[in-house]
């Protein structure tokens, strides 16, 4: 191939984007595609990947593309690790002998130096378009793509061995409306005084008395929340994620009245540790993962994570970045899952932790396939998936008896001194990891103002 009119195409493009992913098939001569990852209980599930080679019915090589542009909203490159690494596993974990490759466009110093780390600690090949050699790489590749050499196949069919023995759901799709319903309550009832114990609803109450704190606590800066509430910007209030988080606000009422202990809250999310944190180095000490809740099982003597996670989609439910909201956690299931060893060689674990998840929106929105993100989150390693509405009637906190987070938390026999939840969560990841970096985390972490997952497209 004479790459060099190519290349001086790449190098045009790349910093830009949109036309990334055809320049870069053009370039190898591949095609794009849809390939399967899973057979399920009847519907066969698929990621779209940018090329391909030689096919998509028996893929030996994939190439995934991305770009960063910071000026961009929802263009963080940390998200796209999330996304892209989730890709990745759903592919290897169905072809562990898949030679995957990613393409990163921009400017080196868009990119964080951990995420670059990453992508090249769990990627077979990553070519950077700014570096010099970029388009030769890839020409070569495009010649002889078996040059590309393997990396953690044992971890990948241990993954994919694991999944084919998971009891997957058959039950309609969770489709939960709690948000939707407590921001059309909000719009029809309207501003209800100065103070947000004037607010005759507990869950909206709680929502807007986290935000009205923030708000004086920073003097304005932050809990913005709280000032669109009492100038009535209902529409300002729907893009909140801070502390208009209905989801949240429940589950920390149901673990109140349980009267169990628990790390986090709403708008307060809790770090915990992930293999990121066992590669080494400066480079991995910005790096974090949270939680929304942490909890302690004496049955199980490990913790229990709680998050809350919608589908997204914004008033209108669709489902166009749900996938990547799946993905994002097939990625954290991943790493929290995983270290390295001495040797740099990834190490699957066992799963030492319980994961619930409460979900909100519509998660059976693909009419074709309705259970494929709900699986997607039971491949992530959740144990317990709850619509987030079960919580409420009438959009209020359903009694004890009735609430089906209420029934797991009191099955599980949690904690309910929470200095014993700090010691038994300290003396687990000592035990877990045994590594001086995670004993030095902080406990808890508070969300700024406007800090929440973006989805690679777009934000609701």
Same mark, same amino acid.
């Given at each position: 191939?004479?790459?060099?009119?190519?290349?001086?195409?790449?190098?045009?493009?790349?910093?830009?984007?949109?036309?990334?992913?055809?320049?870069?098939?053009?370039?190898?001569?591949?095609?794009?595609?849809?390939?399967?990852?899973?057979?399920?209980?009847?519907?066969?599930?698929?990621?779209?990947?940018?090329?391909?080679?030689?096919?998509?019915?028996?893929?030996?090589?994939?190439?995934?593309?991305?770009?960063?542009?910071?000026?961009?909203?929802?263009?963080?490159?940390?998200?796209?690790?999330?996304?892209?690494?989730?890709?990745?596993?759903?592919?290897?974990?169905?072809?562990?002998?898949?030679?995957?490759?990613?393409?990163?466009?921009?400017?080196?110093?868009?990119?964080?130096?951990?995420?670059?780390?990453?992508?090249?600690?769990?990627?077979?090949?990553?070519?950077?378009?700014?570096?010099?050699?970029?388009?030769?790489?890839?020409?070569?590749?495009?010649?002889?793509?078996?040059?590309?050499?393997?990396?953690?196949?044992?971890?990948?069919?241990?993954?994919?061995?694991?999944?084919?023995?998971?009891?997957?759901?058959?039950?309609?799709?969770?489709?939960?409306?709690?948000?939707?319903?407590?921001?059309?309550?909000?719009?029809?009832?309207?501003?209800? $005084?100065?103070?947000?114990?004037?607010?005759?609803? @507990?869950?909206?109450?709680?929502?807007? =008395?986290?935000? !009205? +704190? %923030?708000? #004086?606590?920073?003097?304005?800066?932050?809990?913005?929340?709280?000032?669109?509430?009492?100038?009535?910007?209902?529409?300002?209030?729907?893009?909140?994620?801070?502390?208009?988080?209905?989801?949240?606000?429940?589950?920390?009422?149901?673990?109140?009245?349980?009267?169990?202990?628990?790390?986090? $809250?709403?708008?307060?999310?809790?770090?915990?540790? @992930?293999?990121?944190?066992?590669?080494? =180095?400066?480079? !991995? +000490? %910005?790096? #974090?993962?949270?939680?929304?809740?942490?909890?302690?099982?004496?049955?199980?003597?490990?913790?229990?994570?709680?998050?809350?996670?919608?589908?997204?989609?914004?008033?209108?439910?669709?489902?166009?970045?749900?996938?990547?909201?799946?993905?994002?956690?097939?990625?954290?299931?991943?790493?929290?899952?995983?270290?390295?060893?001495?040797?740099?060689?990834?190490?699957?674990?066992?799963?030492?932790?319980?994961?619930?998840?409460?979900?909100?929106?519509?998660?059976?929105?693909?009419?074709?396939?309705?259970?494929?993100?709900?699986?997607?989150?039971?491949?992530?390693?959740?144990?317990?998936?709850?619509?987030?509405?079960?919580?409420?009637?009438?959009?209020?906190?359903?009694?004890?008896?009735?609430?089906?987070?209420?029934?797991?938390?009191?099955?599980?026999?949690?904690?309910?001194?929470?200095?014993?939840?700090?010691?038994?969560?300290?003396?687990?990841?000592?035990?877990?990891?045994?590594?001086?970096?995670?004993?030095?985390?902080?406990?808890?972490?508070?969300?700024?103002?406007?800090?929440?997952?973006?989805?690679?497209?777009?934000?609701?």
């Amino acid at each position: 191939m004479a790459y060099s009119n190519q290349g001086k195409s790449l190098r045009l493009v790349q910093q830009f984007g949109p036309g990334l992913e055809k320049r870069i098939r053009e370039f190898l001569g591949w095609r794009s595609g849809r390939i399967v990852f899973a057979d399920i209980l009847g519907e066969q599930y698929d990621v779209q990947v940018d090329s391909c080679f030689p096919n998509t019915q028996s893929p030996q090589v994939f190439v995934s593309t991305t770009y960063c542009n910071p000026d961009k909203p929802g263009h963080s490159n940390e998200n796209k690790f999330q996304l892209k690494v989730g890709e990745l596993m759903l592919l290897k974990a169905r072809y562990p002998d898949i030679r995957s490759i990613l393409v990163l466009g921009g400017k080196q110093d868009t990119w964080m130096p951990y995420v670059l780390a990453a992508f090249r600690y769990f990627f077979d090949e990553v070519v950077c378009l700014w570096e010099e050699d970029s388009e030769a790489c890839l020409a070569e590749i495009g010649k002889n793509p078996s040059i590309v050499s393997l990396k953690h196949v044992d971890v990948w069919n241990q993954i994919a061995n694991e999944w084919s023995n998971i009891n997957f759901s058959g039950d309609p799709p969770i489709d939960s409306r709690l948000r939707l319903d407590a921001w059309e309550w909000i719009h029809e009832v309207g501003v209800e $005084g100065d103070e947000p114990s004037e607010i005759s609803n @507990s869950i909206i109450r709680r929502c807007m =008395g986290a935000a !009205y +704190e %923030r708000f #004086k606590g920073s003097k304005g800066k932050s809990g913005k929340e709280w000032s669109n509430y009492v100038n009535a910007s209902w529409d300002e209030i729907w893009q909140s994620r801070s502390f208009f988080n209905p989801g949240e606000a429940v589950i920390q009422m149901t673990l109140e009245e349980a009267r169990v202990a628990f790390l986090g $809250g709403l708008a307060v999310d809790v770090e915990v540790p @992930s293999m990121l944190h066992t590669l080494g =180095g400066s480079v !991995y +000490e %910005r790096t #974090k993962t949270a939680e929304d809740f942490i909890l302690y099982s004496r049955k199980y003597d490990c913790p229990v994570y709680v998050q809350s996670k919608s589908s997204g989609g914004g008033r209108d439910r669709h489902g166009k970045n749900i996938q990547n909201r799946a993905k994002e956690q097939i990625t954290r299931g991943l790493i929290y899952r995983t270290r390295v060893d001495e040797n740099q060689q990834m190490i699957l674990q066992d799963k030492d932790f319980v994961w619930i998840g409460l979900l909100d929106g519509n998660w059976g929105v693909t009419e074709k396939t309705p259970h494929k993100y709900i699986h997607m989150l039971q491949m992530a390693g959740y144990d317990y998936l709850l619509a987030a509405d079960s919580l409420v009637d009438d959009l209020e906190l359903v009694e004890p008896d009735n609430n089906p987070l209420r029934h797991i938390i009191d099955e599980l026999d949690c904690l309910d001194d929470k200095e014993a939840l700090k010691a038994a969560w300290s003396d687990w990841k000592e035990r877990r990891f045994a590594l001086r970096d995670l004993l030095t985390m902080a406990p808890q972490i508070e969300v700024s103002e406007g800090e929440f997952e973006v989805d690679e497209e777009i934000e609701d």
